[in-house]
């Protein structure tokens, strides 16, 4: 039996010490990995070897800290929660050096997304019951979702996890081992999405999922940040001339962060409602095309509603869930022209314009752009394994 990793996260509701426990970890995991940044910076700028971080850690333990007593309250969290900032912050470094991504930026407080992580060493770590999770150097916090995360009783292994903050709220984040998952036999025929952006996902079996960005709901809540975010800036602004405190800024931005925070769950349900949905049909395959959506994101014109829909998300979901059900999932080259190719003749219709939503074909083919994308990426011939 091949035994597969998930992850569980809900919300926790921990008490006024775990609270500054928990605050107190992440503030100096933020301190650390901007230290590792700020450090190898110097390093270069003097022409000297680059520090990695396994040795920048044994650097911090046995020669930074001890020749520093104002700095020993990096002691006073977990160890565990340390390396794993120095770990991050290296592995930023090391997607910069070979072009992966651009230069680590520093994380601020407030606005990064720092977490908490924290690891099985003991026997009595990382247990879990209905109602609460034993979480080291914390002890048992409440979950607010009881029954969500598999208990320990059940054979269910939690291998590590993550303590975050988002809009003044704690969640947990772990990673189990699934004991003895058994892999579906699934025989229907296989199926192809086209990801856009007037609706989220075309599938080749007829049903499209539409983008709930264009939503009542969705809109109402926009709405509303941007007022909330325009009330932000004057505070901001009244607080030069002094006639805002502080206090009052705090309370605004958290109104903005609970917003946020709102829109991207009502996103990441659809996303996660439409996938099953797409999975329970149990085709033997399913095909998506990748999409270049850096590319797409400098279009100024289009970059919000190509972040909004979130499609990474879409396709790391969709491998996780393919893999829980012994689904192959299929990736079309960049360049398989999906939307230009008729699924009737096999013509590539190569003056085919981004406005043109009906495919017509000399052929006398006539249908949906993105339906005839979708039928395309399903008998697609080239195609990566994900």
Known sequence: MKKLLKSFKTEINPTAEQKIRINKTIGTCRYIYNFYLSHNKVLYDKGEKFMTGKSFSVWLNNKYIPNNPDKSWIKEVSSKAVKKAI???????????????GFPRFKKKGKSDVKMYFVKNNPKDCRCERHRINIPTLGWVRIKEKGYIPTTKDGWKIKSGTVSIKAGRYYVSVIVEIPDAKMANNSNDGIGIDLGLK???????????????KSARIKKLEKKLRREQRCLSRKYENLKKGESTQKNIQKQ???????HHRINNIRTDYINKSIAEIVKAKPSYITIEDLNVSGMMKNRHLSKAVASQKFYEFRIKLKAKCDENGIELRIADRFYPSSKLCHCCGAIKKDL???????????????DRDFNAALNLRDALTYEVA
């Open 353 to 367: 314009k981004l406005s043109d939503r009906i495919y017509r074909c000399d052929c006398g083919y006539v249908e």
């Open 253 to 259: 931005k958290l109104k903005v962060q609970r917003l």
């Open 199 to 213: 609706d989220l996902a075309i599938v080749s079996n007829g049903k499209t999922y539409k983008n709930i960005n």
């Open 87 to 101: 770990e991050d912050s290296c592995t930023a470094f090391s997607r910069f050096f070979i072009h992966q991504s």
